[in-house]
């Protein structure tokens, strides 16, 4: 099955200073790549996912670059303030099981 | 407005106790899963269920059991099996898995606790 890792775990920046999370999986079959945001006591939001066909996709201030040659992707968020603050988790498609693959998550904390 | 709910949002299980986790959604999605959360932990995927009437264990599926009679419907039964039932309980639907990948839409959670 896919296995997907997340580094850094925790990450901490001034606010306005740009945020990088960067993910590996492990199965070059997965063409499916999504970014979840969970803020303390509630339940993990899509914020932006991209598809194998695409390079990178942009939303605001925050995108998702893909490398399918290195099997990374990684999320940057922009301009941060405070309410980027959360646990950031990325997944992959895991085909072999028929679901998704999710890393272990990073803590973000934006300093204002 | 479509969704998915859970509750109850905070439950409370004694000693040796089964309870149930409610997960609902209105969004027509035909696949279904159970999460747990530890603090500053990840997510464990506890069952899940691709169609009706058929589901598959996850990577913890001990001390757990679910249902799926419905398609709007995946409850879970924490059983007494389940030693360390303390957690978050998350509860997610997305459209028929297979190819092409789908992202999940996730519930608000349920927080358990044994007391």
């Known amino acids: 099955g896919e296995n997907v890792e997340q580094h850094p775990s925790t990450l901490s920046v001034q606010e306005g200073d740009s945020a990088v999370i960067k993910c590996t999986y492990s199965d070059s079959a997965s063409n499916y790549f999504p970014w979840y945001k969970q803020e303390l006591g509630k339940g993990p939001q899509l914020i932006i996912d991209i598809r194998s066909n695409v390079g990178e996709k942009k939303d605001q201030r925050i995108a998702v670059t893909l490398n399918k040659t290195a099997k990374h992707f990684s999320l940057h968020i922009t301009e941060t303030q405070p309410e980027d603050s959360a646990v950031y988790f990325c997944?992959?498609?895991?085909?072999?099981?028929?679901?998704?693959?999710f890393g272990k998550g990073n803590q973000v904390v934006v300093i204002p | 407005d479509g969704g998915i709910t859970q509750s109850p949002k905070y439950l409370f299980r004694k000693e040796g106790q089964n309870v149930t986790l409610s997960c609902e959604q209105n969004l027509n999605h035909d696949a279904m899963y159970w999460y747990r959360q530890d603090p500053g932990q990840g997510l464990r995927l506890i069952y899940y269920s691709q169609i009706v009437n058929d589901f598959q264990k996850g990577d913890i599926a001990e001390g757990y059991s679910v249902s799926r009679e419905k398609k709007e419907s995946f409850p879970l039964t924490v059983t007494s099996a389940q030693k360390n039932p303390t957690a978050f309980y998350l509860c997610?639907?997305?459209?028929?898995?297979?190819?092409?990948?789908?992202?999940?839409?996730f519930g608000s959670g349920t927080r358990l606790t044994v007391v």
């Open positions: 997944a992959a498609a895991d085909y072999g099981n028929n679901r998704l693959a």
């Open positions: 997610a639907s997305s459209i028929a898995t297979g190819t092409g990948g789908n992202g999940y839409t």
